[in-house]
């Protein structure tokens, strides 16, 4: 439960990253993959 917010900070800071590259569907994918879509649900 610990590294579940950790992982989920480091995608957040990923997929900014990835939208100021314009690589929105890389993001999507990774965060489909990873469930951090999920994470951000809860």
């Not at 995608?11 to 993959?33: M, V, Y």
Request: hydrophobic fraction near 35%.
């Amino acid at each position: 439960a610990i590294k579940a917010p950790t992982v989920t900070t480091i995608f957040d800071l990923g997929k900014c990253q990835f939208r100021t590259s314009g690589l929105i569907p890389t993001e999507q994918k990774l965060a489909s993959h990873s469930g951090t879509k999920a994470n951000y649900a809860q």
